[in-house]
Nanobody
Framework: QVQLVEFGGGLVQPGGSLRLSCAAS????????MGWFRQAPGKGREFVAA????????DYADSVKGRFTISRDNAKNSVYLQMNSLKPEDTAVYYC?????????????????WGQGTQVTVSP
């Protein structure tokens, strides 16, 4: 098991940027595929982005492609989500998730390690 803690949420105006961080502890970080999910008020939790342990592969939800970038630093046991050109519809609680494995996982039930979430609000 790995423990995850997210940082970096906040309030930002439309068109602005935020960088989320997720720090992991308790496991061999490079063994884990890392994902970001989000949950808007009244909606289910949805896939945002994921990255394999070697950072050799990444993928994104269509709604964030070209605006968000996922990256990781295995030496720092951290994964990041750079969010640019933010829109009000990006408002949600963002969760970091981890699963041991070597491929991108899109389904939230396949992840067995979750952070507590960080709120991102995009509003004028």
């Amino acid at each position: 098991q790995v423990q995850l803690v997210e940082f970096g949420g906040g309030l930002v105006q439309p068109g602005g940027s935020l960088r989320l961080s997720c720090a992991a502890s308790g496991g061999t970080f490079s063994d884990y595929v890392m994902g970001w999910f989000r949950q808007a008020p009244g909606k289910g939790r949805e896939f945002v982005a994921a990255i394999t342990g070697s950072a050799g592969s990444t993928d994104y939800a269509d709604s964030v492609k070209g605006r968000f970038t996922i990256s990781r630093d295995n030496a720092k046991n951290s994964v990041y989500l750079q969010m640019n050109s933010l829109k009000p519809e990006d408002t949600a609680v963002y969760y970091c998730a981890a699963r041991r494995g070597g491929v991108i996982y899109y389904v939230l039930t396949l992840y067995n390690n979750w952070g507590q979430g960080t709120q991102v609000t995009v509003s004028p």
